[in-house]
């Protein structure tokens, strides 16, 4: 697969915000999850073992990911894992895309790719009004598109918002041999930077 197709198809996958769930006591239903407490090496997508740091850092199994998307108004998808910052405020989503060798050869035309992004937002808003969730809307970049050829990392972070509130979503893919690690945190326009530190 060609680098400029990937990332084409990448920022056409779902993104993510922060939202209450649609329960009477909506901590009941997180505290239900089966958190994993760090410090501890946990397994992502039978792919590689992310170590969280502290008692602050949570980890959710495949299981319980798809539950917390749900819970957090987001579209879930197979193969997803959590890791939530209680102390930060912000999460991420980590998984696997077995999609073969990328070839890292091509410019990256950020402009077209936001074209790309914000027309998958009237598709996307369909099925999240369908599932009783908020709509979500793509603004911009907050960090365009780059691609760094040494550490083999495609990174960008998009703009959102849902229900009148800013949404961040930074987002970095490590390519592999065998396909594309994907990792995308969920913060706000305040903590960002801090947050992906």
């Keep these: 697969m060609r680098l ?18 649609n329960e009477q006591d909506p901590g009941a239903a997180f505290r239900a999850l089966d958190w994993h407490v760090g410090p ?6 039978g792919r590689a073992i992310l ?8 980890f959710l199994d495949e299981a319980n990911s798809t539950k917390f998307l749900k819970l957090t108004g987001n579209l879930p998808e197979p193969g997803n894992f959590i890791v939530f910052s209680k102390a930060g405020n912000w999460w991420a989503d980590f998984s696997f ?18 074209k790309t992004l914000k027309s998958s937002d009237g598709p996307a808003n369909e099925e999240r ?4 969730l908020p709509a979500l809307y793509t603004e911009g970049w907050y960090i365009p598109p780059h691609y ?4 083999k990392r495609l990174e960008w972070g998009v703009k ?7 949404v961040l979503n930074y987002t970095i893919r490590l390519l592999g041999r ?4 994907n990792a995308t945190l969920v913060s706000s326009p305040e903590t960002l930077d801090k947050d992906v530190a």
């Design 40 to 45: 501890q090496a946990e397994q992502v997508a």
């Design 4 to 21: 400029r197709k990937l990332v084409i198809a990448l920022c056409a996958a779902p993104l993510m915000a922060i939202a209450a769930p």
């Design 97 to 114: 895309n077995p999609m073969g060798y990328v070839k890292d050869d091509e410019k990256i035309d950020a402009d077209e790719l936001m």
């Design 129 to 132: 009004k369908r599932l009783g």
């Design 178 to 181: 065998t396909g594309v690690m």
């Design 148 to 151: 760094d050829t040494l550490t």
């Design 160 to 166: 959102l918002r849902t229900e009148g509130q800013p």
């Design 51 to 58: 170590k969280t740091s502290d008692t602050e850092t949570l």
